[in-house]
């Protein structure tokens, strides 16, 4: 009922302010039998329209529906896969490795001397200022004893889960060429992105809901936008769709106010199979032209299936708090880990999460040019609870294992002050971490040098993070091939590396 | 770092496969040697099976680059029994024996020849060398003309790469005669059917002249035929009726706006940068409209090509001209500290040379960007050869008016801004102190470790404190140093009146200065290496400053200036130092060796604008020439795949070894030919197609025999139906419901999107929030590409990426496009008018205004059954609205446009049958 908000306030609410309700059975009997009556049925269930609402449990939003034919249909992976989905969290702007998990007590003694011996420093803006502490406390947690700054109290208390990769390393120092560089594997513009490749791969196990979802942070969307989840050269159809927080989640999910009811919806329906069959009928053996009338039933359930997937009312209020619904600042990022959780439940294969917007970008990204306290300490409480609160909740409903959940951002962040209270761009070292999967929790790999300024060993990029995340789905990612351009393209061009304390 | 390339260990497979015919044809005892020299068509063969089943990609766990890999198999088992064909998985695979048949689609059937080759080399016992070993590259010591540099070796190009059927002149094949005579009347019709009868194909009936005009009027000018014109030329029995038509559709401007799109997306056109800033290309809607005005006109394809490469390096360059070499520039651009970034420009160099030879030639030479083309003779010098022909270029705005005119205009603008920064540096002035101060109030915010380091005199101070000091530089009026710009210092009660006259005098004289004359987004010739640097943040690490190297030069030099083209390093790519990548040799201009082995043919032009290489205009002319092998094939081939849906090769930008082979070369070798002789006419190839019998068939047609061997239509034995473009779905619908408003060209309008949208985008150009209304109803060729925001609906329907170019645009099919069409608010404002055309044409009977919606949307009349349906469909909409009472919105259906609504979502609609 909550993404039908709008159009009851305006009285005008499709159906409802009618007051016509209408059995189940005169439904099924009315449009027929098939997916397209069941659909309906379970449209007017969600709003409270049919008069047999118990029944509605029966129609479900999971499974592939009875489609011969789509993009994402569930395929095959190479090997059995250790996770069935994926949810990326990425931090947009450029956390800062030393200020977080990767702890560097040198430098607290060489505060305020220059990084020396180490090669050229190139900054993104000004000069190189000197090597600057954290501000923060660490302290260790967990059975691993793993140091995580005072701004992670929350996923301090899971590092237990969570396997930390401390020698992250990109090619660029520029935000949006490094964003791409982690979504895409490269720092062109224009290649698909990985929720694009594991969806082409895998297809989904829900046919009902988009295969790779993305919610962005409810301020503005990341630096290019939607370009970071783009299906590049791929078919368009595997891009992300973009699942809005409130409201409607996706685009012209519903018809706008006051033009169609679901009833005019169906009816309509009713007629365009009609119009379709009769089109098929004269064009035998084009299997597009099916594919396109099951494409609009498959439309129709989306659009109860979707807000129920994201329905978060209807989550328990100790669920709400374990991701911090109860605090207004950590709320956003709550509810956007809640509802990756809910859709994961449901099927949906790749979920990506952006907390940070380029509104204003000093301070709604994590860029932290100008102060490490004000813009860390804002963005950390935002997503602190709601992510240890979503590894919780995936462990004790026994999903963690059958889900990715891997954390980064697209740089780290200079060990250097800049002005004395912030830091600049640093591609050389990032903090990744990975939980989920299977993957053994507590573990620390590879390390940045003492000062968290370059990765130093077991240097992990993108092509090696993004092998490994194939791999605990199920995929080689030297199979993963599209053939564009004359080449058999993949997500990790000609390199990639599996990470062996991940996959082992 | 794990992340290097590392060695091309899984290009081996596929080089291997060519070693293998090296290697069988050195072996003189083989079985092979001694066939009709089949084997390379073998070796062939598994090349293309190594797309899916090589080094790269192994599906069903099988691989072909060996012997004990076909022997051992996949999960299907063995796949070659040698000494015998018929018990092979291979053999019966490609026959078609056993389903699925190979290759799969995309990849054409293989020919009977071919099949013949595999049969015969199986029953010989399917000899291979047991270890294949990557080709030997036998670079002879003496062959001075490859380079070779550090661990880099050139390639040699050899007569046998030459020999690949790309890179030979298309020869006109005689045209062969055909028992029936329907097939006889035109050449196409005649290559076509006998390539059908080679394949046992049953070829379609004509389609109705209904079905004739929808999808001649949709594929030329992407618009509905109005119903009258439908009604005359179903009532013209006049031999030449259809002819009639197509002329008449290619004399129409809207001819221009439909086929511009497929230029515009091998072009990768934008109207923006893309990028973290998306700035806008104010002008690039000037080189979409010159596109559009190039085939309106019918501008000889040759011609095109060299106007996009060198308009500025031409004898006499016009307006039109030096607005296509925007081709060069329209490419993804970050555009913020791109000299402190040197890389960028080997990026938009990349993106350039990738484009053109994609574009023009087919040819993937971006692959030989780190190391010699794995697959294709195309050498890594090679690549810098045709970066040394773009490195020429720097950004220029083509002045449209006369140069009298401009540098009236550039002096007088001059003389005024000259006047306003004296102006703006006496209030520099006055603001002096007061900045002063905010600096110190500044200074006093900023942590004690930054003060003390301010505080201690310069010589005393450590070296962290020293690196403290130079970090903060800059001040704004906002008291800090990332405040807003623009803010204004306040000024005390004396000082405020002076800056305020004297911000008054820079008022009025901004007035003064006149309006820009119109400018094109182009290049030129220049020296990127002094471009103006604008001191954003000093010291900046990364840019380079050349003059420390010793050379000179000017960024744009003016006419009788003498000039020097910047030279490029082999490898160089702007990620090393300077210093180190001008160690490696110079590369000199040319084209690619394998079409032409000599030095380029360059020279500096005599008579154009300004003092240039010629660089450009040697490489345009080289390929707009007939002789080269790939021009006129590379265009054709795009023509006729925009006619019927696919290609006669299916990769429209490789025509390399990596692409698909012709499925019909004959064919596209004399169409080739033809293209020339008809002088590189477009419209003439248009008139050829669009007469065939081939183009004229019907798409309703079933054959289980011809739909079993050719079940993708790669042989045309029926039209295919093909789904509109999403910006033609769009053109469509508006031009069903009388609501498209034909003003043509000028800058971008913006189609509505929702306000979130636009809030939440990456982007720093404009993108106002509009609503549904004319100016927002004109043709989607002028709806703003914008690298970040696409249009919704463009977007779900499979608009191509504009980041890269794009061969052809990709079919899906997905939910997220039913709710779109079905459910936006544009689309429902539209089924309301065509409704309200369908009643005011007809009347308002309901069944008159069903049976007009169908002449309007399908160029046809309704079947009595389709009648049937649609009238009780509407009466039952009446009856449940009247029980439902009044709806009052004013986005509510009436049952008839509720009906249309039904059309505009069909599949009849959406397709060209």
């Not at chain 1, 390393?169 to 929720?195: C, K, M």
């Not at chain 2, 979502?905 to 049958?913: A, D, P």
Request: with cysteine.
């Amino acid at each position: 009922m909550k993404q039908h908000e709008g159009n009851e306030a305006n009285g005008e609410c499709t159906g409802m302010s009618r007051k016509r309700f209408i059995s189940r059975r005169d439904l099924l009997q009315q449009t027929g039998e098939g997916m397209g009556g069941l659909a309906l049925a379970y449209l007017l269930s969600r709003n409270g329209l049919l008069a047999e609402p118990a029944e509605s449990k029966n129609l479900s939003c999971t499974g592939s529906a009875g489609v011969k034919d789509s993009p994402f249909l569930p395929k095959p992976a190479h090997f059995k896969p250790r996770a069935k989905s994926v949810i990326s969290l990425f931090m947009c702007g450029g956390v800062s490795q030393v200020d977080t998990f990767d702890y560097k007590p040198m430098l607290e003694k060489y505060h305020g001397k220059p990084l020396e011996g180490k090669g050229e420093v190139t900054v993104r803006q000004g000069y190189p200022g000197p090597l600057m502490k954290s501000p923060y406390q660490f302290k260790q947690h967990g059975k691993s004893g793993k140091y995580v700054s005072e701004l992670f109290p929350n996923i301090g208390g899971v590092v237990d889960d969570i396997a930390f990769i401390h020698s992250a390393q990109g090619r660029s120092v520029d935000h949006t060429l490094s964003s791409y560089e982690w979504n895409t594997g490269s720092i062109i513009a224009g290649f698909p992105s990985v929720g694009s490749w594991v969806t082409y791969g895998l297809g989904s196990e829900n046919q009902n809901l988009p295969a790779f979802v993305v919610i962005q942070d409810p301020r503005g969307g990341p630096f290019t936008g939607a370009s970071q989840w783009s299906a590049g050269f791929l078919p368009a159809s595997y891009q992300g769709t973009m699942f809005r927080a409130l409201g409607d989640p996706i685009l012209d999910l519903h018809p706008p106010t006051g033009s169609m009811s679901l009833e005019q919806q169906r009816a309509e329906l009713d007629q365009l199979e009609r119009m379709n069959q009769n089109y098929v009928e004269s064009h035998p053996g084009i299997s597009e032209l099916t594919a396109r009338i099951s494409s609009y039933e498959l439309a129709f359930r989306m659009q109860g299936c979707a807000p129920e997937a994201i329905d978060i009312d209807s989550e328990s209020d100790e669920t709400k708090r374990l991701y911090g619904l109860d605090n207004k600042v950590s709320e956003p990022f709550g509810r956007q880990c809640l509802m990756a959780r809910r859709l994961v439940e449901r099927g949906v294969r790749m979920v990506q999460l952006w907390n940070g917007a380029v509104v204003n970008q000093n301070i709604d990204t994590w860029d932290a040019h100008n102060n490490i306290v004000e813009n860390h300490g804002k963005h950390a409480l935002e997503v602190d609870k709601p992510i240890a609160g979503l590894i919780t909740d995936l462990k004790r409903r026994g999903l963690l294992d059958e889900t990715l959940v891997y954390w980064h951002s697209e740089f780290g962040r200079m060990p250097l002050s800049q002005k004395g209270v912030g830091r600049d761009h640093n591609p050389g070292a990032m903090t990744v971490w990975m939980a989920g999967a299977g993957i053994k929790g507590g573990q620390t790999i590879g390390a940045s040098d003492e000062f968290g300024w370059k990765a130093e060993q077991q240097i992990i990029g993108a092509h090696d993070l993004h092998a490994t995340l194939l791999h605990l789905i199920g995929m080689d990612h030297k199979r993963l091939t599209f053939f564009y351009n004359g080449r058999n393209m993949r997500l990790t061009d000609v390199a990639g590396e599996l990470i062996p304390q991940i996959v082992g | 770092m794990p992340s290097v390339p590392k060695t091309a260990r899984s290009w081996f497979g596929v080089l291997s496969v060519w070693a293998i015919v090296g290697l069988l044809l050195l072996m003189p005892g083989s079985t092979i040697l001694g066939q009709k020299g089949q084997s390379p068509q073998v070796a062939a063969v598994l090349a293309k099976c190594q797309q899916c089943h090589g080094e790269t990609a192994q599906m069903s766990h099988f691989s072909v680059v060996s012997r004990d890999a076909l022997l051992k198999g996949g999960d299907h088992g063995p796949a070659v029994v040698p000494g015998n064909s018929a018990e092979s998985l291979l053999y019966k695979r490609i026959t078609g024996q056993m389903k699925p048949a190979m290759p799969m689609a995309p990849l054409p059937p293989l020919s009977p020849e071919e099949i013949a080759a595999v049969k015969e080399w199986i029953d010989a016992g399917a000899p291979m060398a047991d270890a294949p070993k990557p080709m030997e590259v036998t670079n002879k010591a003496d062959d001075s003309s490859l380079l070779k540099f550090g661990s880099y070796s050139e390639r040699p190009v050899t007569d046998t790469d030459r020999k690949y059927w790309a890179f030979q002149k298309p020869v006109r094949a005689a045209v062969p005669k055909l028992a029936d005579d329907r097939w006889n009347h035109n050449p196409i019709d005649a290559f076509v059917k006998a390539k059908q009868e080679e394949k046992g194909l049953q070829a379609a009936p004509p389609a109705d002249k209904r079905t004739l005009i929808r999808r001649a009027y949709l594929d030329l000018t992407g618009l509905l035929p109005p119903p009258a014109e439908v009604d005359a030329f179903v009532n013209d029995s006049s031999p030449n009726a259809y002819e009639k038509i197509v002329d008449k559709l290619l004399a129409s401007p809207h001819y221009g706006e439909r086929w511009a799109r497929l230029w515009l997306d091998v072009a990768r056109y934008a109207d923006s940068t893309g990028y973290e800033y998306d700035y806008d290309y104010e002008d690039a809607w000037r080189y979409r409209d010159y596109v559009i005005k190039a085939f309106n006109e019918d501008k000889p394809y040759n011609r095109f090509v060299i106007e996009q490469l060198a308009g500025d390096e031409i004898d006499n360059p016009t307006f039109d001209s030096k607005t296509a070499t925007g081709f060069v520039r329209l490419g993804p651009r970050v555009l913020d500290r791109d000299l402190e970034n040197p890389n960028y420009r080997f990026d938009y160099m990349d993106d350039m040379a990738r484009t053109a030879m994609q574009g023009f030639q087919a040819l993937t030479i971006n692959c030989a960007r780190c190391h010699d083309h794995k697959f294709d003779p195309i050498t890594r010098r090679d690549y810098y050869k045709t970066l040394a022909v773009f490195n020429t270029f720097v950004e220029y705005e083509h002045p449209l008016v006369s140069s009298d005119e401009w540098s009236k205009y550039e002096k007088t603008a001059s003389d005024i801004n000259g006047k306003i920064k004296a102006v703006t540096q006496q209030i520099a002035g006055i603001e002096a102190p007061y900045r002063k101060d905010l600096f110190q109030a500044m200074l006093a915010k900023l942590p004690a470790d930054i003060q003390e380091a301010f505080k201690t005199p310069e010589d005393k101070r450590t070296p962290g404190q020293r690196l403290l000091v130079a970090q903060v530089s800059t001040i704004r009026a906002t008291g800090d140093e990332d405040g807003d710009y623009r803010a204004k210092i306040k000024l005390n009660n004396q000082d405020e009146p002076k800056r305020k006259a004297l911000e008054d005098q820079i008022a009025a004289l901004k007035k003064e200065i006149p309006a820009k004359p119109p400018v094109a987004m182009g290049v030129r010739d220049g020296d990127f290496r002094f471009t103006p640097h604008a001191p954003f943040q000093p010291g900046t690490t990364g840019s380079v400053n050349y003059e420390e190297f010793g050379f000179k030069g000017k960024y744009m030099p003016a006419k009788g200036e003498s000039y020097t083209p910047p030279p490029i390093y082999f490898a160089a790519t702007g990620l090393g130092t300077f210093a180190d990548e001008m160690k490696a040799p110079v590369v000199e201009p040319g084209f690619l060796t394998v079409l032409n082995p000599g030095p380029a043919k360059i020279a500096s032009p005599r008579n154009s604008e300004f003092p240039t290489s010629g660089r450009r205009r040697g490489l345009a002319e080289f390929i707009a020439s007939p002789e080269n092998p790939l021009t006129a094939r590379v265009m054709v081939n795009r023509i006729w795949y925009q006619h019927f849906g696919q290609g006669i090769v299916s990769t429209p930008n490789n025509f390399g070894k990596m692409g698909t082979q012709p499925s019909n070369q004959v064919l596209l070798d004399w169409l080739a030919t033809e293209f020339v002789r008809q002088g590189w006419s477009v419209k003439q190839m248009h008139r050829l197609i669009m007469n065939s019998e081939t183009y004229k068939m019907a798409s309703a047609f079933y054959n289980d025999e011809s739909l079993a061997k050719d079940s993708t239509d790669t042989f045309l034995w029926r039209f295919p139906v093909k789904r509109l473009e999403a910006e033609i779905i769009r053109d469509a619908i508006l031009s069903a419901s009388g609501d498209l408003n034909l003003e043509a060209g000028g800058p971008a309008f913006f189609p509505p999107v929702p306000k979130a949208l636009v809030s939440g985008a990456s982007i720093k150009g404009k993108f106002p929030v509009t609503k549904d209304e004319p100016s927002t109803w004109r043709r989607s060729i002028y709806a703003t590409v914008k690298r970040n925001l696409k249009y919704p609906m463009f977007e779900v329907f499979d608009q191509s990426n504009p980041s890269l170019s794009c061969e052809r645009r990709d079919v899906t099919t997905v939910p997220t496009q039913a709710l779109t069409l079905f459910n936006n608010e544009s689309f429902i404002v539209q089924s309301q008018h065509l409704a309200a055309r369908a009643r005011k044409e007809a009347g308002a009977d309901p069944a008159a205004g069903i049976k007009q919606i169908y002449r309007i949307a399908y160029s046809r009349e309704a079947s009595a059954k389709e009648l049937q349906q649609a009238v009780d469909f509407v009466k039952e909409r009446s009856e449940a609205a009247s029980k439902a009472g009044g709806n009052s919105s004013v986005l509510s259906l009436s049952p008839l446009a509720e009906f249309a609504h039904v059309v505009l979502n069909s599949n009849e609609f959406v397709y060209i049958n």
